[in-house]
């Protein structure tokens, strides 16, 4: 896998969550696709030894950014990167947007909230109307609702917005032609169910990955038959093909 | 390209069973799919896909990678589409360099059929017989689990490929009597080494996170070892590989014995064209060949 | 002093072979002098200094150390001043916990009659077995090469030393084996896991840099699946250890199966006592005691 | 081994060197004594997993300072941390002083140079006279003697100073009391036997260290009748000791 070498164009804080830009001069640059990131690789250290996932957050201008949570070393050193860090091309499938499904939903939980900035930017530039749907866990989580202009917003603890799953601060999600998810698998599952079977229903799954090329087959998701491989094969999928 | 022009320089070509391959890197099994080729082109003196088996499997639910310090712990349950999907997409791994396929299976009559069926097929310029899976017959030992094992094994695939070149793929325990006996059964060259056995805990959860084979740099010196001890011991030519991540230790693995060196886990975090291009340097800083460096410890 | 503090709140203390221990951590025997003894006072349950022999060994010429990814090799060769000298200096040792002695020699005999002189000190609370070293009477092959070699070992050190308790180190290579043949021969406890044989090679001097045993995180999960897979075969307890770094590897180990864990090389690179704070919180947190961590994985 | 972080307090090029400094609120520091240092460790990255031996090079109003040659990847984090680096507390043995040893001659080869600066300041507190020989492999690593008045300088290619080693640089050793000597054991090899065995001579050498604190054996030099460990019973031996 190739990584790049880019300076950090800014970093700042959106509530419990950390927004971090580079020019990007590549394409490939879509809502739902991937990069894999680290601060540092070989030869300066071989440890932590993977690089992480993260969804593109924002795409403008030529500029790419990531909106990640420190959760564990390589989150950790992504967050004191202070001049460059480095990143692989875009990787994935990301969402699929058809012009002629109408008004769509967007649902967003916890840092799952990360693909649907730029998923509404691309959604808004085809002319689809939608609506955002954030569940967090608390006030300081769902500070990064800001950046989504009405949002709808769910905390479990009630300290912000509606209380409760995300799935409790948006409406009967029947009636709408498309639907886009992106949260822990719990969530997703729960959405799926929501959602029924009609129309465009789209889920982006997180799980651990090795490469990010397809070549490691660690990052598979169950599906009618077998595993595939969410780096290659997704992150996004439809949401029927998933065997959850 | 930079990685071409750096190798018209230097002479990076070695032999092996006959084979002349332009680099001596070569994909370990599992670790380079189709989507992934792009990196392979003038890197690899020969490609080699993951292992394919009789029929095919589904592998084990996830998580299936966890990382470890310097390296990962991966249990794939070697997922793949069976053999005769596999043989027919191979062509997508014609890149114009020769094509080794890995096969394993439960049985050594599995193995010996899977040989067979892959040798009859003159797009397969070698076989590499992944033995660390279990023996069904064998109370679930696996088919390295000792001389006898392997010999049985390799034995029987030699006789159902009598004249492809036929490589033998070993972990580290027990290796040189393995690689003893290997030889000894008819084997053309032999793979070392596969990963370790090794397990994974979440603290957190008091769960097991990943049971499986660690692999990566953390691995290198024990590979190395394992390199060396089966070059002290064998005639035949080997393919060294356990966490190989630079030009550096490319140079390392083939001092040590190897003839070929096979590149895993660090294509998961480098290009291998540019672990291609410090051996490139290596070699010219040393003002040698390829071919010059294997076993050439003083 | 922060750690005493902490270590009040929660319950560290473990019971091995009829001793109560302040807390589960114990040094690798190798990793730890005289001279730092300063940092393992209120950390260690015990202490464990470097084997002894029979007679004085001056060790392997330099260099003896080398780092390899997440962790290092050593050959040091077994330096010591020999059993008398060692037993004379023993009161340096004295922290007010138990001292457990590692001994090694190069015959069956040289074992049993470390084990005899030791075990007739009152002030050695249990002898620990580096069967890692070569057999000189079985062709270099180490004490732990198989479960026989283990069994005539263990066996005469049983004799040798009836009432103190008497573990037996083991390497990776075959443990399952292994644990079995030195419970069988009466060891009273286990260690998991000695280094793993390695090699380090220098490539611009194209020589063998350091030939010894890997030790470090590097290591940890090829350690930690040792403990799993003997804690699933034996009834003695288990003293785990290979690359222990942290509270949580702690833990780790103990879910794995461990009632005591050895810290070695990490002490080189950090300080021991915020290993044991980690592993206190990590108890309060879980809101348990060291004690219920053995073989509590779900 | 317990480390602390330190904040740097200075960074400077010295040549081909590289000049560190660190406030250190502690006692210990003295000439020809060292610390094992590294840019960070545990729980930021595993690897480089060992910290690296440094000769104190000066430690003036609670401030200490490294003196470092970029070798490989210890030293190059090292180059490159830029607000904190993790030092032990100071170890080994120094040079000793003997007031009544008289005129003392100071060798250094290399980064040998490195406790030189220091020695040569706690000489001169004491009152002992002392000349200082400095030899290089080329100009640009001679640049650092711009830090030793008065120092004659040689240079392996003739680039600055005598062309020769540093004993080139050097009159008769014999006539001075005390030697101190600092740099490759072939340099320190070739001092003892032109520094002949009449008084006090002492070499500081370097070995690979594993812990830095006597625990494992790593870092022995041959001495009469076995190895002792230079991290403790050095880094500085008297000459007659070493068995080379
Ligand atoms: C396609 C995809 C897109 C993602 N997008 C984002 C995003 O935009 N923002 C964001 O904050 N996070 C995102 N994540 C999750 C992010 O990758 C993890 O939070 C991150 O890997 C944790 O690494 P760590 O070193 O901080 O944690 P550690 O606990 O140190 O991780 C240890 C190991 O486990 C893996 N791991 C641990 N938890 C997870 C997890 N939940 N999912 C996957 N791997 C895990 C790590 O990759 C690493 O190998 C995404 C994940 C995927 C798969
Ligand atoms: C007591 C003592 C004092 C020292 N003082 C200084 C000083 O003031 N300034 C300075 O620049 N250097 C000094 N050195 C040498 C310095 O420790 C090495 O240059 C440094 O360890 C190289 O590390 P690296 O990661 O850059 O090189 P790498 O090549 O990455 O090192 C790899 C491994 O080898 C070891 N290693 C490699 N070369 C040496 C060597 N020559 N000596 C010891 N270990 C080595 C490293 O510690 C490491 O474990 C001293 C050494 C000792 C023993
Ligand atoms: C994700 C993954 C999948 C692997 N799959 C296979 C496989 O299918 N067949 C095989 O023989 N080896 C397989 N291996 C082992 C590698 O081929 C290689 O022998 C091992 O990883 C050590 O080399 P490395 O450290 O360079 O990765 C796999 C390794 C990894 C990491
Ligand atoms: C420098 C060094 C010296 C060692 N010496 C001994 C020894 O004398 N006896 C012994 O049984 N093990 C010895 N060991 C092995 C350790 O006790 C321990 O089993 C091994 O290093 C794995 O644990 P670790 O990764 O925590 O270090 C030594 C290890 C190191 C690194
Ligand atoms: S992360 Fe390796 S195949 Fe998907
Ligand atoms: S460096 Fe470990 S004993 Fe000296």
Redesign the pocket.
Known sequence: MKFYTVEIEARRRLGAYTLLSYRWPGDGIEAGRFVMARAAGYPVTLDPFLARPFSFYDFEGGVASLLFEVRGRGTALLDRARETIEVTAPLGKGFEIDASTGRAALLGGGIGVAPLKILGRELASRGIDHDVFLGFLDAKTAAVADDFPGASVATMDGSAGTRGTVLDAAPDLLGYPAVYACGPNAMLAAVKGAAGQDGLRQLSVEERM??GNG????CVVPVDGGYVRSCVEGPVFRAEVLAW | MVVRERATEVDLTVELCGMTLNTPLV?????LAKEALGEAEGVYGAI?P??TTPRARAGNPPP??AETPA??V?S?G?Q?PGVERFMEDLDAFDLGVPIFV?V?GETVRDFADLCERVAGDDRVAAI?L?L?CPNVEHGGLTFCAGPAAVEEVVGACRAAAPTKPLFA?LTHEGVVGNARAAEGAGADAL?V???IPALTIDAKKRSILVRG????????PV?LKAVYDVARTVEVPILG?????SGVDVAEFMLAGATVV???????VRDPAEILAEFSDYLREAGTAAANLTGALE
Do not use: D, W
């Open positions: 090795g490469c070549s490691c087959n660690g | 994909p370990a099994s599992g670790t080699l993951k292992t299936r990678v390296g990962m991966n794939i070697l793949n890995s394993a590499e992944n660390s793929k793979t080494m596969n990963t084979g660690l692999s990566g740099p953390a691995v290198k590979a590989g356990g966490g190989v991540t096979q590149v895993g886990t660090a294509s998961f």
